[in-house]
């Protein structure tokens, strides 16, 4: 596992958009696995900055995301559809068809799940995953668990997870209480992967990522047994490793 240490947020984010470039501008029709949430945001945006100089092109990347909340449908502002949309795809080349996200909107778990690990088994998997961490370990929604997931399932979100997402939402209450997500042996399967962090809130998670044993009760350590883990984080979430 490499660290990279960042100044602030801007930092990171840059760094991390440096190697997605690198990764698309080696390959250009690699797969990449992509997340949600606050932290990529920035690293989106100076992807899509970069795309616009038309220092990286996106033609023949395909993506494959992470995670999507059960019961929400595409064009729901709230889903992880929408907000690859927003954030991501509506400002650069890539084909749309070559975008993927777990179908949050089919009400058969076992279907999407399934439906799901074919298409991103069909990729190869991704070239490079991106991933962020929860305060409480998680990867993807991977929660604290006694065991390591497989492959897409679906999962119960944790109070500390749903009070960490309902800054997203006008009331807790509308916060789903259930996602569709990749398991952590699926993550694992990625040539690369690449975790994002910023802020003194995921300090304790980050050193227990990287330092801490390996144990489903910290769905993140398992990523110390990736040949290829590279985490960015800056200065406040690394404050514990030091």
Known sequence: MKIIKAKDYEDMSRKAANIISAQVILKPDCVLGLATGSTPIGAYKQLVAWYEKGDVDFAEVSTYNLDEYRGLSHDDPQSYHYFMREN??????????????????????????????????????????????????????????????????????????????????????????????????????????????????KAQAVHDMCYGPVTPACPASILQLHTNCVVVADEAALSLCE
Do not use: W
């Not at 777990?102 to 991704?126: F, H, L, Q």
């Not at 991933?131 to 979100?157: A, M, Q, R, W, Y």
């Open 88 to 201: 991501f795809f509506d400002h650069i080349n890539i084909d749309l068809n070559n975008t993927h996200v777990p179908d949050g909107s089919n009400p058969d778990a076992a279907a999407a799940c399934s439906e799901y690990d074919k298409i991103v088994a069909a990729a190869g998997y991704p070239d490079l995953q991106l991933l962020g961490i929860g305060n409480n370990g998680h990867i993807g929604f991977n929660e604290p668990d006694d065991h390591f997931s497989k492959g897409t399932h679906c999962v119960d979100l944790t109070e500390s997870t749903i009070q960490a997402n309902s800054r997203l939402f006008d009331s807790i209450d509308d916060v789903p209480r259930q996602a569709y997500t990749m398991g952590t042996q699926t993550i694992m399967y990625a040539r690369m992967i690449l975790v994002v962090a910023n802020g003194e809130a």
